[in-house]
């Protein structure tokens, strides 16, 4: 760990070009009003468009900037892994690019760190310029996740946070693959502690999470955090051989004690394709738990990199 860095920052870019320059701007008005030694660590996800040349631009200027270039796009959550890999500070904040967080909550967020708290989380009170769409789905998931999970993961939290130096090093033993970055940060536990804000629009350009990211992303964090729609099976499959037996001793006892036999064709389709449908559902169900199995067993590594951000601080380093 270099002494030299007090706070790390970590900021994950996906085709940002629009907001990073604005992004390094504000950051960096914050943390210089801070007056301790910080470091702005961006990770280029693999973006598409002129991202990764701008920031390298701000780095031949300013050396507080450091990139983490991703030989491809690994996503959001592996790009924060990555940053907390690479991380020197002895607090370390996430935050995203897009300036939907603000940068100004940082000194708040310090100020509780001081306190004694090694995890400072924000919590959206508010979120602003988000459709109805994703602020629904989104409050549906958080509070599905916290009925379906042990692990007490706040609801309306996303990845913006402080953590700790300790923290950040438990996080690192954690090397999971398909990750949810906000349930694993309740899952090493320490001292938490939230601060509430409102979630401002986007600075520019468009959200990085279509809804196949969403999907997916929601899944990582259910399937991660919880067995229970494993169990789903179990209790259909009891409540539906149960009621199927009661149709069954009401079907022999019409045909034996009254004149109308039950009639077929129509019911039975019914049945078939509902009981069809249902056992494809729990296939699909276990098939998501059997994948994120498969890709634990095949020990990929989590990302890979172009470059290494520190290369002249370590050859300096290994000189003196
Ligand atoms: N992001 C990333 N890789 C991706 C998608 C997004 O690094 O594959 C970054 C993105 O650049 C931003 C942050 O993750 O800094 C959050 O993305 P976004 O703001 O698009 O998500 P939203 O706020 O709409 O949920
Ligand atoms: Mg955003």
């Known amino acids: 760990m270099d002494q030299n860095v007090r706070y790390s920052i970590i900021i994950p870019v996906y085709n940002e070009e629009a907001v990073v320059e604005e992004t390094y701007r504000r950051l960096t008005g914050v943390m210089k009003s801070l007056q301790e030694p910080y470091e702005l660590l961006f990770i280029n996800d693999g973006s598409k468009d002129h991202t990764a040349e701008i920031v390298e631009g701000v780095a031949k200027r300013d050396h507080s900037v450091?990139?983490?270039?991703?030989?491809?796009?690994?996503?959001?959550?592996?790009?924060?892994?990555?940053?907390?890999?690479?991380?020197?500070?002895?607090?370390?904040?996430?935050?995203?690019?897009d300036l939907q967080d603000p940068p100004e909550l940082i000194p708040d967020m310090i100020e509780k760190w001081k306190d004694g708290y090694e995890v400072v989380y924000a919590k959206r009170a508010k979120r602003k310029g988000e459709t109805l769409f994703k602020k629904w789905t989104a409050a549906i998931f958080y509070r599905t996740l916290r009925s379906l999970t042990e692990v007490d993961i706040p609801i309306d939290t996303g990845d913006f946070r402080l953590m700790d130096r300790r923290v950040c090093e438990a996080m690192r033993s954690v090397r999971e693959k398909n990750r949810f970055v906000r349930g694993l940060v309740s899952w090493v536990g320490f001292r938490q502690t939230a601060i509430e804000y409102e979630r401002d629009e986007r600075f520019a350009g468009e959200?990085?999470?279509?809804?196949?990211?969403?999907?997916?992303?929601?899944?990582?964090?259910?399937?991660?955090?919880?067995?229970?729609?494993?169990?789903?099976?179990?209790?259909?499959?009891?409540?539906?051989?149960?009621?199927?037996?009661?149709?069954?001793?009401?079907?022999?006892?019409?045909?034996?004690?009254?004149?109308?036999?039950?009639?077929?064709?129509?019911?039975?389709?019914?049945?078939?394709?509902?009981?069809?449908?249902?056992?494809?559902?729990?296939?699909?169900?276990?098939?998501?738990?059997?994948?994120?199995?498969?890709?634990?067993?095949?020990?990929?590594?989590?990302?890979?990199?172009?470059?290494?951000?520190?290369?002249?601080?370590?050859?300096?380093?290994?000189?003196?």
């Open 66 to 97: 450091k990139l983490l270039d991703f030989s491809r796009n690994f996503g959001h959550q592996i790009a924060i892994t990555a940053g907390m890999d690479y991380a020197r500070g002895e607090a370390i904040i996430i935050i995203d690019a």
């Open 207 to 320: 959200t990085k999470y279509p809804l196949k990211k969403m999907l997916r992303f929601s899944m990582d964090g259910i399937t991660s955090f919880s067995h229970k729609p494993l169990k789903l099976a179990t209790y259909l499959g009891f409540l539906i051989s149960f009621s199927s037996f009661i149709y069954l001793l009401v079907s022999v006892c019409q045909r034996l004690f009254t004149t109308n036999t039950v009639s077929g064709w129509t019911s039975l389709i019914a049945c078939v394709l509902l009981l069809n449908g249902v056992i494809l559902i729990l296939l699909g169900i276990l098939g998501e738990y059997v994948g994120r199995i498969y890709d634990e067993t095949k020990g990929r590594p989590l990302y890979l990199l172009r470059n290494n951000p520190y290369a002249e601080v370590s050859a300096r380093k290994e000189v003196s």
